[in-house]
C-alpha cells in the first residue's frame, strides 16, 4: 500500500511544480486540501501552518504577507547549512538527549530539536560548539525573542508617555512589566528607562 504524503510534502510539491514564482498561499492551500482529500475522509488540518514552517525551516521564501516562493538554488544553499546528521546526533550526545535549559527529554515526552546557538543568518556555523539541544517549548521560546524586544520597546514609549503626562498608575503598571524582564533575565541588553514623573500636587 502506497503512504499517503504528509500536508507539508503536498505543498512542496505544488511549489516544485511552480519554481521561481511568487504563490499566494490561497491556490496552494487549494490544491493540497484536493490532494489531500484523495486518500482522507477529512480536510487537512491548517495547510497555510505547514507552509509557515517551510518557511521558516528555509525551504521557501516569504515575499511577502501571505506570498511564497520556491528557489531551488537558495532551498539547496540553505540544505547545505543545515547541521549535518552526524553532527546533530554529537551535539545530542554531549548534551544527553535533554534540552539544555529545562532538563527535560524524550523519556519526558517532549521533542527536540537541535539549535545553532549563533542564528544562520547572523554568521552561525554548523559546529558542534554552536549547537544546542532544545525542547520545542524553549526552541520557540528563543524565536520569539524578537517579539519581548519589540514588546519591551513599546512598553518604553508608552512609559516615557507616562512620565510626560504625570500618569502614576500607568508609570507602576509599566515597572512592573520592567520588573519582569529582569526577573527572568529577558532583554537585558535594552535598558529600562530612568524617567520620574513630577510630584502629585
Known amino acids: 500500500m502506497k503512504k499517503s504524503k504528509t500536508i507539508s510534502e503536498l505543498v512542496m510539491d505544488y511549489f516544485k511544480k511552480h519554481p521561481n514564482e511568487d504563490l499566494p498561499h490561497g491556490p496552494v492551500v487549494d490544491w493540497v486540501t484536493k490532494e489531500w482529500l484523495k486518500n482522507h475522509e477529512t ?20 515575499i511577502k504577507k501571505g506570498v511564497y516562493r520556491y528557489d531551488p538554488d537558495y532551498t539547496k544553499k540553505t540544505e547545505l547549512f543545515e547541521f549535518p546528521p552526524k553532527v546533530k546526533e554529537e551535539i545530542l550526545k554531549r548534551d ?16 527536540l530539536v537541535v539549535d545553532h546557538i549563533i542564528p544562520k543568518d547572523k554568521g552561525g556555523s554548523n559546529d558542534i560548539s554552536n549547537g544546542q539541544t532544545l525542547c520545542m517549548k524553549h526552541n520557540l521560546l528563543k524565536k520569539n525573542y524578537s517579539q519581548t524586544e519589540a514588546g519591551k520597546r513599546y512598553f518604553i514609549k508608552i512609559y516615557e508617555k507616562a512620565v510626560a503626562e504625570n500618569d502614576h498608575k500607568m508609570i507602576q503598571f509599566c515597572k512592573r512589566i520592567f520588573d519582569a524582564y529582569d526577573e527572568y533575565g529577558i ?15
Open 96 to 111: 544527553g538527549y535533554k534540552c539544555v535549559v529545562c532538563g527535560m527529554g524524550l523519556k519526558d515526552g517532549v521533542e
Open 43 to 62: 480536510p487537512p488540518r491548517d495547510p497555510w501552518r505547514a507552509i509557515r514552517k517551510l518557511h521558516q525551516q528555509g525551504k521557501l521564501l516569504k
Open 187 to 201: 532583554n537585558g541588553h535594552i535598558p529600562r528607562p530612568n524617567g520620574k514623573p513630577k510630584n502629585k500636587q
